[in-house]
């Protein structure tokens, strides 16, 4: 019988299982849930634990448990938000003043150390991540695995009925998803579909920001058919995606959005922009569409074009769970994480 590895995974995990809180929470969750099940791992999360004596650390992002490791340890490092390392997230508000002056300096400081002491690295993003940290890696066993998502999101794309002209939105409302930009674009599309509603999901983490969103939302004189949701439990959300004929995301940067794997997963046509690791997720024309980051225009026209050809958006939502199924299904990132345990393991005992 092969000997059972024993993994400790440092991250942030839901408090409440039905209120998940971000992406890393919910790969954390969506991942753990998975790997629980298979007989030929012990998973331990916890928070940062040594008595354990792990034969891998998986650390979930830049954080307080990677850099918690040591080279005793055999650290895989899963990459998430990677956007203080890239050079145009500097102009955002998020970065300016003496506070992000600090975020300017800390947050490229943490992920170095923690790419420092891993031995081994999960790129979800595909060859974004590796061509972004390329300098950084050399020496690291790198695994290309998907972030993944619960099989409640497959199930949506089961004989669902014919959803309305919803376009739905899922995320944290920042500054870094250019929400503005979306409720521009719908109100381009609300003059050419007036039954359409935008349905904005999420909480916020920048109060000036989300006052921006509203301002804009008033602006466009669409407050009978833009909805802010709020965050909502899981089973609502759930609702939010088996409701919605359409899922856009407008963001001037993304690793790999948890909304557009979720989506995918729902069997849903994704408006994306083409940023960060959505066009190793999005097939472009194929499982959804995309768009360069501040085109309003082209981004009005996807989703017009999505709402208006049902042919077109079920064949893509088709093509698009298909992809989901091979990628993003959480027994198969469990398989793939645990192929990468074992790996980096043996590279270790290896020297």
Not at 19 to 31: K, M, P, Q, S, T
Not at 42 to 70: D, I, K, M
Not at 223 to 230: H, N, Q, S, Y
Not at 238 to 248: D, F, H, I, R, W
């Amino acid at each position: 019988m092969t000997e059972k590895l024993r993994v400790v995974m440092g991250t942030v995990y839901p408090y409440d299982e039905s209120r998940i809180r971000g992406g890393v929470e919910a790969v954390a969750f969506y991942l753990t849930q998975a790997l629980a099940k298979r007989d030929d791992l012990e998973l331990h999360v916890v928070s940062c634990n040594r008595t354990l004596h792990p034969h891998v650390v998986h650390a979930q992002g830049f954080s307080e448990y990677a850099l918690a490791a040591s080279s005793r340890d055999c650290l895989l490092l899963a990459v998430h938000g990677v956007e203080a390392m890239v050079p145009h997230m500097r102009n955002i508000a998020h970065y300016q003043g003496a506070t992000g002056a600090y975020r300017r300096w800390i947050a490229p400081w943490i992920a170095a150390q923690s790419i420092r002491n891993a031995r081994g690295i999960i790129s979800n993003a595909g060859g974004y991540i590796t061509d972004l940290l390329a300098g950084q890696l050399a020496g690291k066993a790198v695994y290309s695995v998907f972030n993944p998502v619960a099989d409640d999101f497959f199930e949506l794309g089961n004989g669902q009925a014919d959803p309305s002209p919803i376009i739905l939105w899922v995320g944290n409302i920042s500054e870094r998803k250019d929400v503005v930009g979306l409720i521009q674009a719908f109100a381009s599309v609300s003059r050419h579909v007036p039954q359409a509603r935008l349905r904005i999901v999420g909480g916020n983490s920048e109060p000036m920001y989300f006052e921006r969103v509203k301002r804009e939302i008033v602006n466009c004189g669409l407050e009978a058919v833009v909805d802010l949701v709020g965050r909502i439990e899981q089973t609502s959300l759930l609702k939010e995606y088996s409701a919605a004929m359409v899922v856009a995301l407008s963001s001037i940067e993304e690793t790999a959005p948890m909304a557009v794997a979720q989506a995918m997963a729902a069997g849903k046509a994704v408006v994306s922009t083409r940023v960060g690791g959505t066009p190793w997720m999005v097939e472009d024309g194929v499982t959804g569409c995309l768009v360069d980051v501040g085109d309003i225009s082209g981004m009005t026209d996807r989703m017009l074009e999505l709402l208006q050809n049902k042919d077109k958006r079920e064949r893509m939502g088709r093509a698009a769970r298909q992809t989901a199924l091979e990628r993003f299904s959480a027994d198969g990132v469990a398989e793939k994480t645990a192929q990468a345990y074992r790996d980096l393991f043996e590279r270790r005992r290896q020297g």
